[in-house]
């Protein structure tokens, strides 16, 4: 496995970073998660101008150009053989000492990683997950924006770890005001009657990429879609529930702090979206 770090290919063993990264010290640094599918990286520049905009929030330089990072990341995909893959990119601010000025880390650390990825069991895909709702509340958008890809992610480490505790498979965070927001790594949609929903980002999601794509298959099908904020209730009398993200994919949810949704099998709105974006995640991108 080759890793591309800082310009250069290293392998598996050797892509170390410092102790003195300021990553790795103060989770300074941001990331992203991509997908190729079929040799197709899926909405690269998307992501890219995702992490430009991280990057921009966080006063941090990306030694690389826009275009430049297309072709590392394809670059990176070519060098290790792979067509369907999951794709890791991390710019930190790089070595400094162990002060936590950045203005003491002259260089960014550029990584990215290509490897297989599933993260949920292939029949979770057809079976639908169970989820609870966390405890753990959404980043205030007046602290770090939710919106910054950071690599600052032990709050929604700890949603994970909740839906361990509970033995499910995910869990969904609401913000302080009590709306459903997202998953540790997901977006959320429900349906209703017919209709999609997701919570407006400004509730404190990550703008996803994936989410972007549903609603706008969602449209392309002449299904309604509402960006509204919704609460705990609103999703136990869903009919429909259904989750997104690079890593997850489309993954249906059919029960949710012991709720069934509505049959307790994948909605037809969600199989029907989940086939066509499936389809698209092998043309639209960059190949
Ligand atoms: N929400 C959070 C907190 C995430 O980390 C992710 C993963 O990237 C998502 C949502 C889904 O976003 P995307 O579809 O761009 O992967």
């Known amino acids: 496995q080759w890793i591309f770090r800082n310009g250069q290919f290293v392998d598996r063993d050797s892509a170390t970073v410092s102790v003195f990264d300021h990553g790795l010290l103060y989770g300074d640094g941001i990331f992203e998660g991509i997908r190729a599918y079929s040799g197709n990286l899926f909405r690269l520049r998307e992501h890219l101008l995702r992490l430009y905009a991280s990057a921009k929030s966080i006063l941090l330089e990306i030694p ?56 949920f ?41 909740e839906a361990h ?22 977006n959320v949609f429900l349906v209703r009657d017919g209709v999609v929903y997701t919570p407006p980002t400004y509730l404190g999601a990550l703008e996803g990429i994936t989410r972007q794509a549903v609603l706008e298959i969602a449209q392309e099908l002449h299904i309604e879609t509402r960006e509204e904020p919704f609460t705990r209730h609103d999703v136990y009398v869903a009919d429909e529930i259904f989750l997104t993200g690079t890593a997850a994919e489309m993954v249906p949810v059919i029960k949710v702090d012991g709720r069934v949704i509505g049959s307790g099998l994948p909605g037809e709105v969600t199989r029907q979206l989940h086939r066509v974006f499936q389809e698209r995640t092998k043309t639209d991108g960059y190949a």
């Open 64 to 119: 690389y150009s826009l275009d430049e990072m297309m072709e590392i990341v394809a670059g990176t995909v070519r060098r290790n053989l792979l067509n369907d893959a999951y794709i890791r990119l991390v710019v930190t601010r790089g070595m400094g000492d162990l002060g936590l000025d950045p203005k003491k880390c002259p260089t960014a650390e550029v990584i990215v990683i290509a490897e297989q990825l599933n993260m």
């Open 121 to 161: 069991a292939p029949e979770l895909y057809t079976r639908g997950i169970e989820v609870i709702c966390a405890a753990t509340r959404r980043n205030r958008s007046d602290v770090l924006s939710p919106k910054v890809k950071s690599l600052n992610y032990l709050n929604n480490i700890l949603v994970k770890l």
């Open 165 to 186: 505790a509970a033995g499910v498979n995910e869990a969904l965070v609401l913000n302080s005001e009590g709306y459903v927001v997202e998953g540790s790594g997901e």
